[in-house]
């Protein structure tokens, strides 16, 4: 039980003490800003990399379920192309997050 209350009384207090020691001010940037584009790059490409493979995966269940079954074929596609919209959308996410960060 006193275990517990030191890690509990540990959280608190690096909870409380986080915005004291990790803010920067703009006359006091961040070390190693150049960071920020280099990783932004990466993200880009993980996201975009994720999303077309997502992309690729719900094309071809789509096209295996309208072979097997070619009369649900409209809510099929139906269903696909909110997929594909909503999948797309997490790169667009991603380059806006990206947009805000660096720009």
Do not use: D
Request: charged fraction near 10%; aromatic fraction near 6%.
């Amino acid at each position: 039980m006193k275990v517990m209350l030191k890690m509990m009384m540990l959280l608190a207090l690096l909870l409380i003490a986080s915005p004291m020691l990790f803010g920067q001010t703009p006359n006091n940037p961040t070390a190693n800003g150049h960071w920020v584009a280099i990783s932004a790059g990466f993200s880009m490409a993980i996201a975009s990399g994720m999303c077309g493979l997502a992309q690729a995966k719900a094309v071809a269940a789509a096209a295996e379920g309208m072979a097997r079954n070619p009369g649900a074929a409209a809510s099929i596609r139906f269903a696909l192309l909110l997929g594909l919209v909503l999948i797309e959308s997490l790169a667009l996410y991603t380059l806006v997050i990206i947009f805000v960060k660096v720009g």
